[in-house]
Every structure is written in C-alpha cells, then in structure tokens.
C-alpha cells in the first residue's frame, strides 16, 4: 500500500488560535487528496477535497474560511483550522491515493483539542 | 448522492468464530467498495476491497462479497482473533471520482477470549 503520513496526531490550542495540520503522501504523488472529521464513535465525515494546485471543494455545511486548504505540491496539503473554538475539537483525517488509482490511503489522524 | 448504510453497529463474537458485516449503497454508479479497520486513536486501514467487475474476493481470513443486483457488500472475517477487535467501516466510490468515498456508519467488533 501507499504511505500517507499526517502531522501532527495531536495538539491543544487556545480559543481564538489558528492550527496546521500537514497531510503528505511518502511515497507517490497525489493530485487530489482529501479532509475528513471524525467525531468519538462516529463515521469519517468528508469536508473538503484538496487539488493540487487549485481551489478547494468543500462539502455542504463546511465553512471554508474557517478551514483553509491548501494543496500546493503533489505531496503535501494542509488544512488549517483559523480561529479555532472548543465546538472544532475533533478527529481530523486525511486522505490520498495514487493518480489513476481508486485506493484510497489515509494518515494516522490529528486528534485537535481547543481549550 | 450515494449514500451507505451498515450494519450491526456492534458486534460482539467469540473467539475462533466467524463475523459478518453488511452494507447497502444506493447510487448504482458506484464500483469500487473497500473496507476499512480503525483502531482507536488511529486513522483507517484499507484491508480488502472489490470492484463491481468481481462477487467475492479473499484474503487469508477476510473476505468481501458483492451482490450488484441488490446494491449490498459485506465483509466476512473467519476464525476471529482478539486482535481484529476495532471500528470497521464500509465504503462506496465511483472509479475516476478521484478516490472519494462515502463512508458507512460503522462497526465496533469486539473478539472475546
């Protein structure tokens, strides 16, 4: 399989900060990758899909100027979370898979706490 | 837009016996379905997938069935180990969707001794 590497996989914030969390593909290149959430005992919810590139594509319901994605090489997209509240507090996972290819492969997951 | 519902949400087995998960899509487009384990804390894993060309395929202990008529999958795992306790989920994509998937609500297996 391919390696997809996320980082951090965890961090506490402040209210009011704005947080980094890096997705990259170790080992191929990914034009388009993409953020999920994920709260406790719940299912990967999709929030946006990453191109490299270009603009983002967020799902219904995400705010896009809360979550900023930025996929600016074919291995690397970051999504920040900007003016981060205790509601944001989540599992945040990311995806990739190799261009052509339907597999996906996701990162260990960033568990963000705001406090 | 698709949409995947799974089922049991929980499952308890015992050791050495056999566990069944099933999953049903809606979008008849749809032609990639893989499965996924998630261990707490940890991002899934892919652990087997099908394509909707094939109606079974395995892998040592695990196996995925795929019945395109009645838009279902399931996931078969054989000689249930303590170590395959996690969170499994089902998943639907459409091949050139650039890896998209639309997730299934999720099963917690738990193996006991």
């Known amino acids: 399989g391919a390696v997809v590497s996320q980082h951090p996989s965890w961090v506490i914030c402040k209210s009011g900060t704005s947080v980094k969390i890096e997705c990259r593909s170790l080992?191929?290149?990914?034009?388009?990758m993409f953020w999920y959430r994920q709260f406790p005992k719940q299912s990967l919810m999709l929030m946006a899909t990453?191109?490299?590139?270009?603009?983002?594509?967020?799902e219904q319901g995400v705010e896009k100027d809360k979550f900023l994605i930025n996929h600016a090489s074919l291995t690397l997209s970051t999504l920040t979370v900007t003016s981060a509240h205790p509601e944001d507090s989540s599992f945040y996972i990311c995806?990739?898979?190799?261009?052509?290819?339907?597999?996906?492969?996701f990162g260990q997951g960033t568990r963000l706490t705001v406090v | 837009g698709e949409n995947v519902e799974q089922h049991p949400s929980t499952l308890s087995v015992q050791e050495g016996d056999s566990a069944v998960i099933k999953c049903t899509y809606s979008?008849?487009?749809?032609?990639?379905f893989p499965w996924y384990k998630q261990e707490l804390g940890k991002g899934p894993q892919l652990i087997i997938d099908i394509r909707s060309n094939v109606g079974e395929k395995k892998d040592q202990r695990i196996a995925v069935t795929l019945n395109k008529t009645a838009k279902h999958f399931s996931l078969h795992i054989t000689e249930t180990q303590p170590e395959d306790s996690a969170v499994y989920f089902c998943?639907?994509?459409?091949?050139?969707?650039?890896?998209?998937?639309?997730f299934g609500t999720g099963t917690q297996l738990k193996v006991e001794l």
């Open positions: 998943a639907a994509s459409i091949s050139g969707g650039g890896n998209k998937l639309t």
């Open positions: 990453s191109n490299e590139g270009s603009k983002a594509t967020y």
């Open positions: 979008d008849s487009a749809s032609n990639y």
């Open positions: 995806s990739a898979g190799r261009t052509g290819r339907t597999e996906a492969f």
């Open positions: 080992d191929f290149q990914a034009t388009t």
